[in-house]
């Protein structure tokens, strides 16, 4: 199974600052790659497909990258309304895995 | 509106079965994929496994963790997936979603609100 590495598990920006979140494969997975944000109680809402793909409707502060084995996902400018977990995805083989998530904060 | 509708989770003692339904409207049901993720109380996302459509004859894929135990089965007829979990074990206790692959983009674009499972003696 291909292992997803994301970090850091944890984090608390003030508003407006950028986040930057990582995701490492343990193999290579060319750019078949998601992000996800989950609200505390509310099912996942996918926001960037095939590593840098931003959803419709989705706003433009985030933005993924990345390919092979290291991707990153990053909010430019923190909102309240972001506060979430958010995992990474790879759909590259079976069994689809997820990364272990990261709980953004704010301070 | 797309909307993916899960129902059936309950209190199940260890080895039981339990069925889920997922009832999916607002989209072409027949032609889609359907996934089951599985979220542990404070825990991340685990995949559990997918149906394809009758285009791609219905294969079935499962994680390691519940390979045996649980099939994945579909009605188009009625726009419901299911989730049929056997000889189910104390580890299997989480919010179950199904969710709607998006062909091209290869995301889970449509979820359901999910439904618990507890499996408690």
């Known amino acids: ?107 | 509106e797309v909307q993916l509708v899960e129902s059936g989770g309950n209190l199940v003692q260890p080895g039981g079965s339990l069925k889920l339904s997922c009832a999916a409207s607002g989209f072409t049901f027949s032609g889609s994929a359907i996934h089951w993720v599985r979220q542990a109380s404070g825990k991340g996302l685990e995949w559990v496994g997918r149906i394809k459509s009758k285009a791609n004859t219905y294969a079935t894929a499962y994680a390691a963790s519940v390979e045996g135990r649980f099939t994945i089965s579909r009605d188009d007829s009625k726009n419901t997936a299911y989730l049929q979990m056997n000889s189910l074990k104390t580890e299997d206790t989480a919010v179950y979603y199904c969710t709607r692959l998006r062909s091209g983009s290869f995301s889970f674009d449509y979820w359901g609100q999910g439904t618990l499972v507890t499996v408690s003696s």
């Open chain 1, 1 to 107: 199974d291909i292992q997803m590495t994301q970090s850091p598990s944890s984090l608390s920006p003030s508003r407006g600052d950028r986040v930057t979140i990582t995701c490492q494969a343990s193999q290579d997975i060319k750019d078949n790659l998601n992000w996800y944000q989950q609200k505390p109680g509310k099912a996942p809402k996918i926001l960037i497909s095939g590593a840098s793909n931003l959803e419709t409707g989705v706003p433009s502060r985030f933005s993924g990258g990345g390919s092979g084995t290291y991707f990153t996902f990053s909010i430019s400018s923190l909102q309240p309304e972001d506060i979430a977990t958010y995992y990474c995805q790879q759909f590259d083989i079976l069994p689809l895995t997820f990364g272990g998530g990261t709980k953004v904060e704010i301070k």
